[in-house]
């Protein structure tokens, strides 16, 4: 008997994996929405009954990445014999698909998808998946499966794989994040360096050149470094392929090198001109996208930098002078990393949200408060704000640094704001004129 221990997006996938192999099962989730009641009623699935003990009664438990493994119910089950995994290890024990993984605090998405469209670009049917919908399962699943999955893992994820081996693995980045559920940077870069653990000889690990003798302590495949601020792409070969500059906006350096080697890697064989593939390479929606133009002032929007990382790279991008929104809920942001470029870019800062000022505090520029507690006035005060503070050209830049769901839905709903209330100030302006 397996368990799936919380539903969800990830869990539902696991619940139609395993009732496609026709797997005796329950589930548990202490809050389960209308779309997984509705599935489980489809599939005749029973709740678990975790107040009769556990001892004997599953075999395996599927945990979705949200329930953190030192939930005291995985405890249980894990002190009762019980294997608790997830559904990336899942996956990849009930399948023989090719697998690229990618994982790191902040890029890791962009890259995914970047690998996938390298390959796509060669004639190759890859797919994004994992923490980038759609769930893995439901691409293995798939009547028409492709030729490889690009998974992104996160550092949930990778807490509960055991035998997981993908043919390449990437880390983008190691920074700070997650420390409420994994408590150190140590702990947390650990279970992110664990994408590399089970490779084999012929694989291959491409992660940050700082991280390089470590990978090659842990990695069996041949490793190689990305380097910081990259001038040139390079191939395998190191030979150049582009100038970094002739990369479209938004698309950073550092994950298109490793996207690049990522998708070499895999491919083994001579190809098509890859240039005009990362010509053509497109940010994720909300990755430092400019969707406006005043005069000599960008409005960039990069709602998805809500980890120091991202922000960095968002704020060495943007053309300076920069009046930089940010705010919501704080997530453990290191400010350390973002001071040097702050100080040389930044002319202003805008706050919102419940930590935003508490955030611009922590650096000695001019800043101002937005104390709306309305997503949409909170936006739209904060855009005409910074603009104010901008001398005639430079950007204004989203790049929280954190959580909006103080303010917002989500991520996405943030973005709709910003890019609207940009859209209003451009019209008033027009209309005057």
């Not at 990849?92 to 697998?99: E, G, K, W």
């Not at 994982?103 to 004639?123: C, D």
């Not at 490889?148 to 390449?168: G, H, I, K, T, Y």
Request: overall charge neutral; glycine content about 10%.
């Amino acid at each position: 008997m397996k368990l799936v221990y919380g539903l969800g997006r990830s869990g539902r996938a696991v619940l139609r994996h395993l009732a496609r192999r026709g797997a005796a099962m329950q589930w548990w989730d202490d809050r389960p929405s209308p779309q997984d009641l509705q599935l489980v009623g489809e599939l005749e699935v029973e709740r678990a009954d975790l107040s009769r003990g556990v001892p004997g009664r599953f075999a395996q438990v599927i945990a979705a990445p949200g329930v953190p493994i030192d939930h005291p119910d995985l405890l249980g089950l894990r002190a009762a014999g019980t294997e608790v995994i997830g559904e990336a290890e899942l996956g990849y024990r009930d399948s023989d698909l090719p697998m690229i993984a990618v994982t790191g605090t902040a890029g890791k998405g962009s890259t995914v998808a970047a690998i996938a469209a390298l390959l796509r670009a060669q004639g190759i049917r890859a797919e994004e998946c994992g923490n980038f919908d759609p769930p893995l399962l439901s691409v293995l699943d798939s009547e028409a499966p492709p030729e490889l999955a690009v998974v992104e893992l996160s550092s949930f994820q990778l807490e509960r794989v055991d035998r997981f081996r993908s043919q390449v693995a990437v880390i983008t980045n190691l920074g700070v994040d997650h420390l409420d559920r994994h408590g150190t940077v140590a702990r947390y870069h650990d279970l992110k360096r664990r994408i590399y653990r089970n490779q084999r000889a012929g694989d291959w690990t491409i992660v940050p050149a700082s991280e390089l003798e470590r990978a090659r302590s842990g990695s069996l495949g041949r490793c190689l470094g990305v380097p910081a601020h990259l001038e040139q792409l390079l191939d395998l070969q190191g030979r150049p392929v582009m100038g970094s500059e002739e990369l479209p906006g938004g698309v950073f350096p550092e994950n298109a090198q490793a996207a690049l080697w990522a998708a070499q890697a895999w491919l083994q064989r001579p190809a098509a001109s890859w240039h005009s593939a990362l010509q053509l390479l497109q940010p994720l929606p909300g990755r430092f996208e400019r969707v406006g133009q005043l005069g000599g002032v960008d409005f960039v929007d990069d709602t998805l930098a809500t980890r120091s990382l991202s922000a960095l790279q968002a704020l060495r991008r943007a053309k300076a002078p920069v009046a930089w929104i940010l705010g919501g809920i704080d997530k453990g942001a290191d400010l350390d990393v973002l001071r040097s470029a702050v100080m040389e870019r930044v002319c202003h800062i805008v706050a919102i949200g419940r930590d935003g000022p508490r955030l611009a505090s922590a650096f000695p520029l001019p800043s101002t408060r937005v104390a709306a507690e309305l997503g949409s006035a909170a936006m739209d005060a904060a855009v005409r704000a910074a603009l104010a503070a901008l001398p005639g050209a430079g950007s204004v830049l989203l790049a929280p640094l954190a959580a909006s769901f103080d303010l917002f839905q989500d991520y996405k709903e943030r973005s709709r704001e910003f890019r609207r209330a940009v859209s209003r100030l451009l019209l008033e302006r027009a209309e005057r004129a």
